[in-house]
């Protein structure tokens, strides 16, 4: 990749990933909006004054423009799912995403090796998709017939990066894909405002679902109808759910008790799954039929519970980057991410957006962009190489 090339990548990578147009970078850069798209079609070079007036603006080094490096690949997320979601939205959480993982491996923060499986089986197989969830479930370290303790943290141990959120994707809330063959899933956060707070079992049931797009969908194309994505949203469910609730084992936890919503709200509490899934998960199962289903969604209606259930799931979130960031030479977590925001050229604003799990203090929308405070940095450049990974056999089963 030429340095050109390279100005003209990054500059178009971290302004989508800030949720930036090129007329409101420039605005605030106080330069030609032309100027802006003339660089990132690589078709002129920025001046160092301009240079440096967008750095402020996106709150990185000049230098970060032009260290070595090729800019990472990506696959393309299952994009028609977010149909209902803003482009801009989108590509902030998908660019702000590659920026996280070349920021990781610049640093050489070392990862967990990678082993998910990818799925060689006919999806349109229930069954076969039961069996892959079983498999990363093994994979993952949960004991055949044990509830998932952390979601977040069970996609940890099979080698995904998770970044939070702060949005919603439409109605969707979370996002997977591999960059440079990482796989990475974004979940939104959860927010202290009770209308748009994100319920645990919720959260839960994403995570499952992006896990399911990576195994079930690697390497497939774009959809190319809308009922193409709507099947493939139904695969991932099927995932999420026979991974979170093994059919076996909540069968068997039922006791042969009538599916009622005092029997529901009993599984939920031990399984973290909640009482409306358990509703598709027993049909799915064929405990009920069709009519009992709908009879359990009409109660659920009723009692206002499509949006708040009886027992509350706590929220999760990852450990891995926070782990390796406080492994650092300095005496605190914040004087590390300050230490390694300078190493890479990237604001502290840029780790502690991956690292803050907390409920957020006001709910955002999607026509929120991510605005950075500038701040001077040092323009070190980056020293330590990507650490090497090791890829495990698609279909490998941990013995543990």
Partial sequence: MSEDTRVGDRLLRLRLGNGLGQQELAERAGIAAGSISMAERNLSWLDPRALDAVSAVLDVSPAYFHRPGAEPTFTT???RAYADASQRTV??????SRTAV?????????????TLPIFDGDSNDAEEIERAAADVRTLAGVEEGARVGNAVRAAERLGVVMLPMNSELGRHLGMSLRINDVPVIRVSRSSISPEHAVPGDRQRFTVAHELGHLVLHAGRPQPVSAADATKREHEAHRFASAFLAPGDAVINDLGGARVSLTSLTRLKEKWGFSIK?????????????????????????????????????????????????????????????????????????????????????????EAAVSVLTPRPISRQQPTRPLAPVRRLPARHVASD
């Fill in 102 to 114: 070349d920021a990781f491996a610049t640093l050489g923060l070392r990862r967990v090796p990678d």
């Fill in 277 to 365: 899934a358990f509703v598709t998960r027993f049909r799915q199962l064929g405990v009920i039929d069709d009519d009992h289903a709908r009879s359990l969604f009409k109660q659920i209606s009723a009692r206002r519970w499509n949006k708040r259930e009886p027992i509350e799931v706590d929220n999760e979130s990852a450990v891995w980057l926070r782990k390796m960031l406080a492994r650092g030479a300095q005496p605190t977590l914040e004087r590390n991410v300050s230490a390694v925001s300078d190493s890479v050229g990237l604001g502290a604003a840029y780790f502690h957006r991956w690292l803050d799990w907390s409920p957020s203090a006001s709910p955002t929308t």
């Fill in 77 to 79: 997320p299952q994009l």
């Fill in 91 to 96: 590509d902030r959480v998908l660019h702000d």
